[in-house]
């Protein structure tokens, strides 16, 4: 469990994390989501005791991280994609990295296996592709077999078939009880791989709940009819909603969709269509953060 209580981090004049209240759960995923300068590097850094909090504390299973007694095998963060000596090979760097931290010898074959890079194990890191740097960092983060798994933009640089591996590798670690958690500003990437999502804005907290969630609420239901929808839009705006007609019919907000479906029937209206409409995680997640986005090009800046 990690918890942040309070967390506030200034750099000067700017408040990187503001007032940051939130628990990260074991047995579950939860992906830290943000924008570009929203705070996440900064959450992780406090999580991993690189950077002291300005005010409030951030704790690692009720324990500060610089406290820890095993550092390394209560908490595996992975945070660079290249934090190795690009002329070791990747079981060197791993055997360097278990001697260092007391971690049993065997323990570096087990992680090579675990992230797929037995076969390359004996050759230079240095010459690995950004996936395969990847899978290292994450096979450092996995040595100490540790509870917590910090990840920061793990799915940067992995192929299709990488992402579907790491999304079952978490999901096997947070089912053993695991807290997993990692960053990404792409939420499309954490809806192969989370369960649970916090979003940071500005350095505060904009939500705090299951990535389910993001998709589910408040979805607009839409009905399609070959007949005048003016009736049932009536009978919407009576008992207090605001629908949209259109010319194919109509939308409503905050209304269960079997109650459309009987206000149409009972008025005999023909209905070809009757849906929540899709709300793309990416629609939910631009809602939220659309006053906190620090760093929006403007549309001439923008790449077609
Ligand atoms: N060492 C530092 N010195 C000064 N300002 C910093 C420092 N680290 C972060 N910041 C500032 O704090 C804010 C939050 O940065 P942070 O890197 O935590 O955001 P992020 O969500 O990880 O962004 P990104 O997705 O771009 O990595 C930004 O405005 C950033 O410029």
């Known amino acids: ?62 324990i500060p991280y610089r406290a820890l007694r095993h550092p390394l095998r209560t908490v595996g963060a992975h945070v ?20 260092y931290n007391r971690i049993p010898a065997r323990r570096v074959d087990d992680v090579l296996g675990l992230v797929g890079l037995s076969d390359v194990a004996g050759k230079r890191a240095g010459g690995f592709s950004l996936g395969m740097a990847q899978r290292l960092g994450l096979a450092g983060a996995l040595l100490g077999d540790p509870e917590v798994v910090l990840l920061d933009e793990p799915v940067n640089g992995l192929d299709t078939d990488g992402v579907l591996w790491l999304r079952g590798l978490l999901r096997d670690l947070a089912d053993q009880g695991r807290t997993v958690l990692l960053s990404s500003h792409l939420l499309s990437e954490l809806e192969v791989t989370a369960d649970h999502v916090v979003v940071l804005g500005r350095g505060r907290l904009l939500a705090d709940l299951p990535i389910a969630d993001l998709v589910g609420r408040d979805a607009p239901v839409v009905v399609r009819t070959p007949d005048a929808p003016a009736p ?54 631009l809602d939220l953060v659309a006053d906190d986005v620090q760093y929006r090009a403007r549309p001439e800046e923008r790449i077609a």
């Open 232 to 285: 049932l839009a009536d009978a919407l705006v009576e008992i207090g909603h605001h629908p949209q007609v259109d010319g194919h019919g109509l939308t409503v907000d905050g209304v269960d969709v079997t109650l459309v479906g009987d206000l149409a029937h009972a008025l005999g209206l023909r209905v070809h269509h009757l849906a929540p409409a899709p709300v793309t995680l990416e629609a939910r997640y």
């Open 1 to 62: 469990m990690i918890t942040f209580a309070h967390a506030t981090k200034r750099y000067g004049p700017t408040t990187a994390l503001d007032d940051l209240t939130v628990t990260v759960r074991p047995g579950s995923v939860t992906g830290l989501l943000g924008p570009n300068g929203a705070g996440k590097s900064t959450a992780l850094r406090l999580a991993l005791g690189l950077d002291r909090a300005t005010a409030g504390d951030v704790t690692v299973h009720g």
């Open 80 to 99: 660079d994609a290249r934090a190795f000596h690009p002329g070791r090979s990747a079981r060197a760097h791993l055997t360097a990295l278990a001697r």
